[in-house]
Every structure is written in structure tokens, then in C-alpha cells.
């Protein structure tokens, strides 16, 4: 692993090349063709009879040659980078999508760059834009941008984006509304009937996606929801709503992502509050601490390696066909009961609506 000058730490390094070891001219000798036509064979094979290529790859195989990157930016006007850009490499939701991404990325020997904006709508697009120099391509995930902001970007470079949708741009969703809705369902029919819901952060696409999944499960559910945040999505995070939900008089907690429902987790086990006896503690993303917690936690699986990989080949499709069009491409997500759910201790009665709060201070609006 190698940090660039700018910043951006180089995913992809793979040792096991040695281009040095045979130069271009050798391949040509022994294929008996010209140095230009190894070069064509690579950059621009259409041009180069079947035959010829055929025989120009079998002879690069045997000798273990690739042409130099450099070479084939100036060639064909291609770095072979791509730029990655998330918002917390501190989340473990980020690492698992990377995997899948630099795996794609590898195979169509291509470099991955990544940058970590913190949360920072400016930082983020300062980012891209320095990327845009060195990269062909970028891939941001759960970008923190305006729509506004991220069709200025799409002139600087070409984009897909995951967990975002912009017009001009491809994009991969993982379904939000519908994980939501399971995780509805599932607590509806352990029997509850009054549930906290601790929103992410306030810019968030999946945040909005999730809140327009869980009011319309919880309306054909005949469960109150009472909604707290815009919060960071951090474990701290959710020791801080703890509070706030124990003080709701809820018998279940649906946070926006696992890291949050872990901090409630802790804070409900610092105050002596049985997770699930007392309260039923629901995530989402399924990142592995999830399956290690005490009591192992309920929650909303979603594909990340799988969202990583079609992301980046969403992005090398375009980079080859510029005039084909956007793509946009779903994955499904799947409720993973576990042992931080179970039926209420008490029936709570209460009707079809949902209460949003605001955090810190509790302020309630009645929403249809």
C-alpha cells in the first residue's frame, strides 16, 4: 500500500508484476512484428489482425509482459486509475464495499485511489475534483453533495455513484426503504407496537430512504413510530439516543445503521436495561461486529462486496462507451433475526402514526 503525494492512499499494488522484465522490443522479435503493433495489440486491438494478436498476447503471456502505465496513458489518453471517495473509513460498512471495488477494479488491471472526505460535503468535492486530475473515473459512495453540487462534479469527471441517484450519472442502491419495511414487519409481528427510530445523518440519501420506507410499513403495520436525529452515524451516536428512546417508553429501537444500535447496546447495558427483555434493539448493514455483539444483533444485510464490485463495473462501462447512457442497478437487502429481538414485555397500544423528534431537545410533530 502506498500514499500518493495528494493525499490518496493506492489500493492496488500488485507485486507479482514485474513489467521490467521483458521490454516491448523482445516481445516484437519474438511475435515477428514491429514494436507498434505489440503497442496497438494492447491499446487499440480492433486494428490488429486476429491472427497477429492472437500470436502478439500468446508471445506477452509467455514472457510475462505488460505494457507500462505511462505508456498506455499516452497512448490512449487513459491513466488506468480509478478514484474511490467515502465519507468515514472508520465504518466498517466502508471497508467490506472497498473489497469488492479494488477486487473489480484488479481484474480489469486497474489501480484504485481512495480518499476520505469525514463527512464533509466541501472536503468531498474538493477531493473529486483533485482526483479528476489523475483518474479516469470516480466512484463516490453515500455522497454528502447536493444534487446541485454533484452535476457541477460530473463536468470535471465521469461519476457513479452508490446509495445516490443524479440525473447524467450511474448509480448503485442498496434498497433502504425495503430493509426498513422487514424490520417493521418483524416487529410488528413479535407484537410491537410503539418503536424509536434513530435517524442518521441529515444529508444522507440512505437516511431519507429508510425514513420513507419505515413510515409507510409502519402506517399498513399499525405501529407508532417516534423518530429521533438527524445524528452522525457514529457508536456514540447511539449511546446518546439510548437515552432518548428509554425516555420515549418504547418497547423496540430501530437504529440507521449497526454502529449506532451497537452504541445503544452499550449504553442500555450500562444502565442495567435488558436487550431484548426490556427492549428489542434492531441495525442495519450487517457489518461483522454485528454477529459479535452481546446479545447478537438483529439486522438489515445488505450486499457490500457485491455493491463494491458492480459500482466499479458500472464505471468501467462507462469509461468504454461514454455515449451509452446511465445505468442504474438495485440490490435487495434481507432481514438477519437474531438475539436483540423478541416479543415485548408489555402490549403497548397505540395507533397507525409516526412522531419525529428532534435531537438533542425532544420536540414531537404528529405525521400521517
Known sequence: MTVSATGFTLCHVDASRDDAVTSIREVARRAGVS?????????????????????????????????????????????????????????????????GAQARAREADHSVF????????????????????????????????????????????????????????SAVQMDSAGGIRQAIEHLAALGHKRVAFIGGPAHSWSNRERRRGLRSSARAQGVEV???????????????????????SVTAVIAFNDLMALGVLSRLADRGIGVPEQISVVGFDDIPMASMATPHLTTVAVPLEQAGRVAIELLLERLAHPGSGTHEQGLASQLIVRASTAPPFSDVRAGSRTVRVGAPQATSVAES
Open 35 to 99: 514494436p507498434a503493433t505489440v503497442s496497438r495489440a494492447f491499446s487499440e486491438p480492433g486494428l490488429v489482425r486476429q491472427e497477429t494478436l492472437q500470436r502478439v498476447l500468446a508471445v506477452a503471456e509467455e514472457l510475462r509482459y505488460r505494457p507500462s502505465r505511462a505508456a498506455r496513458s499516452l497512448t490512449t489518453g487513459k491513466t488506468g486509475n480509478i478514484g474511490v471517495v467515502v465519507p468515514d473509513l472508520g465504518n466498517p460498512f466502508f471497508p467490506a464495499i472497498l473489497k
Open 114 to 169: 481512495l480518499a476520505d472526505s469525514e463527512e464533509n460535503p466541501r472536503l468531498e468535492m474538493e477531493l473529486v475534483r483533485a482526483m479528476a486530475r489523475q483518474v479516469d473515473g470516480v466512484l463516490i459512495c453515500s455522497s454528502r453533495l447536493s444534487e446541485v453540487e454533484l452535476q457541477k462534479l460530473l463536468r470535471d469527471t465521469t461519476l457513479v455513484l452508490l446509495n445516490r441517484r443524479v440525473a447524467g450519472a
Open 226 to 248: 417516534i423518530e429521533f436525529g438527524p445524528f452522525a452515524p457514529h457508536f456514540e451516536a447511539g449511546q446518546q439516543a439510548a437515552d432518548l428512546v428509554v425516555a420515549a
